[in-house]
């Protein structure tokens, strides 16, 4: 069949709904392939005809219906020639052509496929977002740079998973907007218009480098994992040069250090002790946790609470972790250093606060040369619960701040879901009471999944702003 060619131009990017109503046109006017020119944002008629009118629906198989959407993003600029290809010799009769992976044009489209999979994949992986608060409004934007135009299609991603948030992501092609209710796709953004680092970011790389095992430091794994052109974006890699760096040396000192078993104690020893023991003082008890043997095994020495007696509110955690049993001091490891930070976010003083844990020792299990935090039981909660109370006597703050499941139990004998109990409480032990709140422990935070991470972080930060508002009218 011969005749004139036809100029088919659209719009740049993955112009879904603009290449499936040409095909359809085209279909109906039976233009086949060879005498169709197609072009990206271009509106010349170099070929002497306009673009084909709109018309009714087109019916194909299902695997061609569903490969058309993740080809069109591809920034092969053959894309849509190569697709309209495929439509029509299905449409010819080769109704099972996708069944045929070794024919050449099938081949190639499926390559293109798993190019836009693999690019998916990466956005959602590797996308980081930052927070910045304007007239007293939270906005949450990220900076990506994608192989192909897969903005649109990655999108509802985001959407579904921080619905509750407003978010922009930039990208050099072009931004996508979330308010809450709406989608919007905007111009292409610039990686200058996002807001300096959050302290989140900084939670997120002090995780990162405590975790990283010097050991398994295998450079090009890292790489195909976790491809360079993203790093710069992420902010736990800005860590890594220093941390490969030392990594022969932290390999080195792993080895040279000699295996340790932890001890196993009897808790019924300690439990006596306290209660022939009557403290009439924070000092005083302080000097009883420490002479006390572990009621937890592997502890090396108790962790003690921080702050001044007579504080507005006091923080309850759950035990003392790696960092906090080597440095004796309660929140100082990635988890305390987020929480450090979300309280300054939300306008709480941490040095006019007490911090301190429900256990005062930190329980664990050697796995080689690392220290895996273990959960106390109920029955190990229960015996730390003497010390908390006579603790939390001699402090008196107005507000208690219950740091996940543990403190919960601690400060109440019970277990209370947090997921329904989370806000202000009113915890009542014995002859103490106290105004109480209950939130996550910011460890929780740390080990959520790359896309929750940003929505919880804001939500905990909300709980603090909450504690400090509740602080504020107790102490007035």
Do not use: C
Request: overall charge positive; proline content about 8%.
């Amino acid at each position: 069949m011969t005749g004139p060619t036809r100029a088919i131009a659209l719009a740049p990017g993955a112009d879904l709904a603009g290449f499936r109503a040409a095909v359809r046109a085209l279909v109906a006017e039976g233009v086949p392939p060879e005498r169709v020119a197609w072009s990206v944002g271009a509106t010349s008629d170099l070929f002497g005809s306009a673009p084909p009118a709109e018309t009714g629906p087109l019916r194909l198989p299902r695997a061609v219906a569903d490969l058309v959407p993740m080809v069109v993003p591809h920034r092969d600029p053959e894309r849509y020639a190569l697709l309209f290809q495929l439509i029509w010799r299905v449409r010819a009769g080769e109704r099972h052509l996708m069944a045929v992976p070794s024919d050449p044009l099938v081949h190639r489209l499926n390559l293109m496929r798993k190019a836009i999979g693999r690019d998916l994949h990466k956005m959602h992986a590797f996308l980081r977002f930052r927070r910045s608060e304007e007239a007293g409004v939270e906005r949450f934007t990220a900076w990506f740079e994608p192989d192909h135009h897969i903005l649109e299609a990655a999108a509802p991603f985001f959407v579904a998973r921080f619905r509750s948030l407003t978010w922009s992501i930039l990208t050099p092609d072009a931004s996508a907007h979330w308010d809450g209710a709406a989608l919007r796709l905007g111009p292409p953004g610039r990686r200058e218009d996002l807001p300096p680092g959050d302290g989140f970011e900084a939670g997120w790389r002090d995780y990162y480098e405590s975790t990283f095992n010097p050991a398994r430091t295998n450079l090009k794994a890292m790489r195909a994992e976790m491809p360079k052109k993203y790093w710069r974006n992420m902010p736990e890699t800005l860590a890594i040069p220093a941390l490969v760096r030392g990594a022969e040396a932290g390999t080195r000192a792993m080895i040279e250090r000699s295996p340790s078993v932890p001890a196993r104690r009897d808790p019924a020893r300690a439990v006596a002790a306290m209660a022939d023991q009557d403290p009439a003082s924070l000092d005083e008890l302080n000097a009883i946790i420490r002479r006390s043997e572990p009621l937890v095994p592997g502890a090396t020495q108790a962790v003690l609470g921080e702050g001044p007696v007579g504080a507005t509110i006091a923080f309850v955690g759950e035990q003392p972790g790696d960092q906090e049993d080597r440095k004796g001091r309660p929140f100082v490891g990635p988890a305390g250093q987020l929480l450090s930070r979300a309280m300054q976010e939300a306008g709480i003083d941490r040095g006019a606060s007490y911090l301190t844990n429900a256990v005062k020792h930190f329980k664990f299990e050697e796995r080689g040369k690392r220290r895996i935090h273990q959960k106390p039981t109920a029955g190990e909660v229960s015996h730390y619960r003497w010390w908390l109370d006579r603790e939390l006597e001699f402090v008196a703050p107005r507000l208690v701040v219950a740091l996940g499941a543990t403190a919960v139990l601690a400060l109440t004998g019970k277990a209370v879901p947090i997921t329904r109990a989370r806000g202000p409480f009113q915890f009542e032990r014995h002859h103490n009471r106290f105004a109480g709140f209950i939130t996550v422990h910011p460890s929780y935070l740390l080990r959520l999944p790359d896309e929750a991470k940003a929505e919880a972080y804001g939500a905990f930060v909300g709980d603090l702003r909450r504690v400090a508002e509740l602080g504020r009218e107790l102490a007035g």
